[in-house]
């Protein structure tokens, strides 16, 4: 065996290459365990999509059901629902795998929503990894469209409804929007071609390019190496943590395990998308109290939020809702979720790598902004359930209404408020720890009768956390300087000082780093493999 191992190296020689992944490195931290978390629901999402696809029938020919389920005998329905309802009724363990298949799908995008999250707020997105963040970003609108399209398959009163929508949504947009419609639908609504015409993209188009895409992202991660907490003996230049196998191969694999236990656990205990109480699809009947995923739950919030206002221009009549909250909205957050990268970049003195992760207290702004952001989305999930919420707390819905109107504006406004100033108390409390020491739980009488509360000092781990960390300073206009001459871009430096200044200008005086040694010493640790090196960089053992 082992001279057939070396001469199948000889002509394949990928022992090397094999060599070097079994000794790589990774950091050892459960945060880092959402993006495998997603990638192991969606290994599920192909194994259950794979099983469901051999019964699927995604025509649109309407016959008369003639199966199991008693109330729907007779009733005519496409064969597309038909055939679902075949898969939850008549085939073996069907019913099993539509629900795991499900909750998969609601597992892999609330995945990928909290691993982008963790990688905003602790700033892993930075140089040199920017490229990673777009492909996260990619995924996440892939997985939004892909889980969409798959709700829609069943061609169920549901399903049906947003499709509806969608339709609605499509002719909003000016000028081009009666033809993306007929496009899309092959004709006038509902027509015959819409279910046929998903089930391509769902089974092969969006996986494909998801497969594709999450490669990419496994492979850059292997290449610029994986962020990690900062500590004792981390730096920017190191990685310590458990070598790929057979230690992180077997927690990972712990991890997948997990998580199928877990989905078939909800797929047989918890009902989700149950199509036959809604019926098939009829565009004359709309169910009440239907609700979305979770994922798309903002999009009917902002949907039901907004009047219906429209304005007649050069013969044109443009629908504000849904132009503005369904095409517009989401266009600006997927904008901004691309830029910020190169936005923070650009506000922010010194291009370096950067491989240490950013506590979330040291970044006042960029925290209060995510929480901010998912406080918003929290308002619009809300209102996506309007109706619900009215009929459950007996509240007149016209009143509720213009509560989450107002909540749209005024929760996020004031949860960055909150959360700023939630961070900096964070940085004072430490501060004090520093100087006073933490509670040790233990009380001293004093000679005079009194008492008084013991102290004992930081541990060193989280005394170095505290105080062997980048902050950034805002920039001058001296750093400016190299971006040339001229009114314009003159006025460009003088923007971009000024919201360097109001994103860093909340500070709370640490005792270290105090003079330009310690600083320099500081910017050895955090900085990247492309600073220069500094006479007190040390490597030790088991750390790459």
Not at 422 to 440: D, I, K, N, P, T
Request: glycine content about 10%; charged content about 20%; overall charge positive.
């Amino acid at each position: 065996m082992t001279r057939g191992a070396e001469a199948l190296d000889a002509r394949l020689p990928l022992g090397e290459a094999a060599r070097a992944v079994v000794r790589k490195v990774f950091p050892d931290h459960w945060s880092f365990l959402l993006g495998e978390l997603a990638l192991y629901s969606f290994v599920v999402l192909l194994l259950t999509g794979t099983y469901l696809a051999l019964f699927f029938d995604p025509s649109m020919s309407e016959t008369a059901y003639r199966g199991s389920y008693g109330p729907l005998r007779g009733v005519l329905m496409s064969q597309a629902y038909l055939s679902t309802l075949e898969i939850s009724f008549d085939v073996r363990g069907g019913l099993l795998i539509r629900q795991i298949h499900h909750w998969a799908a609601l597992l892999f995008l609330a995945a990928i929503g909290a691993h982008l999250m963790r990688v905003f707020l602790t700033g892993a997105f930075r140089r040199p990894r920017e490229l990673n963040w777009l492909v996260g970003v990619t995924l996440f609108v892939l997985a939004l469209v892909e889980g969409f399209a798959g709700y829609s398959l069943p061609d169920d009163l549901l399903s049906g409804t947003g499709l509806r929508i969608a339709q609605g949504i499509m002719l909003s947009v000016p000028v081009v929007g009666t033809y993306l419609s007929l496009l899309v639908f092959g004709g006038e609504y509902p027509g015959d071609d819409i279910v046929p015409r998903l089930y391509p993209v769902h089974i092969l188009l969006v996986p494909g390019l998801m497969l594709g895409l999450i490669t990419v992202h496994v492979l850059l991660v292997f290449a610029l190496k994986h962020t990690q907490w900062p500590g004792p003996g981390r730096t920017g230049r190191n990685v310590v943590g458990l070598p790929f196998f057979p230690q992180y191969v077997a927690k990972s694999g712990g991890l997948f395990l997990v998580v199928f236990g877990v989905l078939a656990a909800l797929g047989a205990l918890a009902q989700i998308n149950p199509i036959w109480t809604y019926g098939p699809y009829r565009a004359d009947v709309v169910s009440t109290g239907a609700q979305p995923d979770w994922y798309v739950g903002f999009l009917e919030g902002a949907l039901r939020l907004m009047p219906g206002v429209e304005t007649r221009l050069w013969g044109h009549t443009i629908m504000w809702n849904p132009l503005l909250t369904a095409v517009l909205l989401p266009g600006v957050l997927f904008a901004a979720l691309y830029a910020y990268p190169f936005f923070e970049r650009w506000i922010t003195p010194g291009a370096g790598e950067r491989h240490l992760c950013d506590r979330p207290r040291d970044r006042p702004v960029r925290t209060a902004l995510g929480v901010a952001a998912l406080s918003c989305y929290a308002v619009l999930l809300l209102a996506g359930a309007q109706d619900v919420l009215a009929f459950v707390f007996d509240v007149p819905l016209p009143a509720l209404t213009w509560v989450l109107r107002a909540g749209f504006f005024l929760v996020p406004a004031g949860v960055f408020w909150l959360t700023r100033r939630v961070c900096l108390a964070l940085q004072s409390r430490e501060v004090h720890l520093l100087a006073a020491g933490e509670a040790s739980g233990m009380v001293r009488q004093r000679a005079d009768g009194g008492f008084q509360p013991e102290h004992r000092a930081l541990a060193p781990r989280e005394r170095y956390a505290v105080l062997v960390r980048e902050r950034p300073r805002p920039l001058a206009y001296e750093d400016t300087a190299g971006a040339g001459a001229g009114r314009l871009r003159t006025g460009v430096a003088g923007v971009r000082v000024a919201v360097s200044r109001w994103y860093y200008r909340d500070r709370v005086p640490y005792p270290y780093p105090a003079s330009a040694r310690e600083r320099r010493k500081v910017a050895d640790v955090t900085g990247g493999p492309d600073r220069r090196e500094g006479p007190d960089r040390r490597e030790g053992p088991g750390r790459r």
